[in-house]
């Protein structure tokens, strides 16, 4: 289990344009970058390595 606290989530600057259906994410945290779905706050959270975060959000930017 991630420790969650001291957590700064944020929207994507595009959160605005599909209606909100977003993931909020909290890059601040030691060793692990957070994800949650921005309409479930209290819902469960995906957590990942800053290396797979970077790998992952490079090839989602490369597809589209």
């Known amino acids: 289990m991630v420790d969650l606290t001291g957590a700064h989530w944020r929207k994507s ?3 605005g344009s ?3 259906d977003c993931v909020e994410v909290a ?3 030691p060793g ?3 994800v949650r779905d921005s309409k479930d706050p209290a819902g469960p959270v995906l957590s990942f390595t800053p290396t797979a ?3 992952f959000t490079h090839r989602v930017k490369r597809t589209h």
């Open 18 to 20: 599909n209606g909100g």
């Open 32 to 34: 692990v970058v957070a």
């Open 53 to 55: 975060w970077t790998a």
């Open 27 to 29: 890059d601040n945290l």
């Open 13 to 15: 600057t595009h959160s």
